[in-house]
Every structure is written in C-alpha cells, then in structure tokens.
C-alpha cells in the first residue's frame, strides 16, 4: 500500500499570509530542573535566572503566547502567601490591577503548613511585544515577610520519598497576527 499525505492546509514557516492570523512561527522553551531559593520579602521580588527564556520575534505584529509552569513553590515561613509575576524585559506584564498597597502578581498561592510542598503555579498570557528584537521573558517570586522561597523544592527538602523536586518551564510561542 502506498502512503498518502493529506492535509487541509499548509502554513508556510514565517506563518500565515497578512489577515489570516494564528499561525505558529516559532516556539522557544526552557526548562529548569535544580532548585532555587530567593529572599527580598514582602512586595519585593527575585529574578529566578534559570527561568529567563528569550525570543525574537519575525513581525513586530506578532504575538508571544507565554505558557510558565512552576513545579513547586515553597517558603520558610508558616502559612506564607506566595507569588509570582511575569516581566517582559523589564515591565511586569499579566499582573492584577493596582489597589492601595497590595502586591501586584500573576499568580498566587497560600500554604497551610511550614515545610510543606505548596504545590505549582502556572500562567498563560498572550502578550503583543510589537517589536522585531529580542525580547527576554523572566519569572520573579516573593514572599510575605523576610522568609525565604523556594523553587521545585520543600523548604524542608528532607531526604524522604514523601519529599518531592519538580521541574519548571517557561515556553514561548511566536503567533501570527
């Protein structure tokens, strides 16, 4: 028997033609395996280095899904919030909206127990960086308080089998316009 190939269409690899829009032009990904710990406190945040993924895109009418996905996330201290915010090279980008005092994120989360895995943290956004330069996406972390966060692991990180490490990843997607 013969093999066939059949297909609806065929995207050329700068995408789609002006106007038809949606096409994936490129995709870039990182992932972070070790650990990593920061400690500025409460309404500061810690570039987590080994999540910095860069792109450039081909259009400056490109979009850049950003898919981030954080293993784990940990703190020192007991029954911490814990966030974390998406920069485009210097501009926190997908954050909540000011209001007096609170801390500007792009996601949170809360942990009942000190020592404990608060479990992941994840975040997609379709962000328009309207340039044809290259454009580096970072992932920050903070705490309340002065404790210290941790990244794909326990703050305890006791050797036990009921003590887990992840992995991070931060994937990039240039989408045609």
């Given amino acids: 028997m013969a093999s066939q ?17 949606g096409g994936i032009i490129q995709v870039v990904s990182t992932t972070f ?5 920061g400690s500025s406190g409460s309404g500061t945040f810690d570039n987590i280095d080994d999540l910095n993924t860069s792109i450039t895109p081909k ?6 899904f950003v898919m981030v996905n954080i293993g784990q996330w940990d703190s ?3 029954n911490q919030r814990g966030s974390i915010r998406l920069v485009r090279d210097s501009t926190a980008i997908c954050v ?29 956004f379709m962000d328009s960086p309207s340039t044809t330069s290259a454009v580096t996406y ?26 887990s490490r992840s992995a991070s990843t931060v994937t990039l997607m240039e989408i045609s316009a």
């Fill in 33 to 37: 395996t070790g650990t990593w710990s």
């Fill in 59 to 64: 259009f400056s009418t490109s979009k850049i």
């Fill in 138 to 163: 970072k992932v920050q972390s903070q705490t309340e308080g002065s404790y210290t966060t941790y990244i794909n692991r326990s703050a305890s990180d006791a050797d036990s089998s009921s003590i």
């Fill in 76 to 78: 020192s201290g007991l």
């Fill in 96 to 124: 909540g909206d000011s209001a007096s005092n609170r801390t500007r994120s792009s996601a949170t989360t809360f942990g009942q127990n000190s020592n404990t895995d608060l479990g992941g943290l994840n975040i997609c």
């Fill in 5 to 21: 190939l059949r297909v609806n269409k065929i995207v050329p690899v700068d995408g789609v033609p002006s106007g038809g829009g």
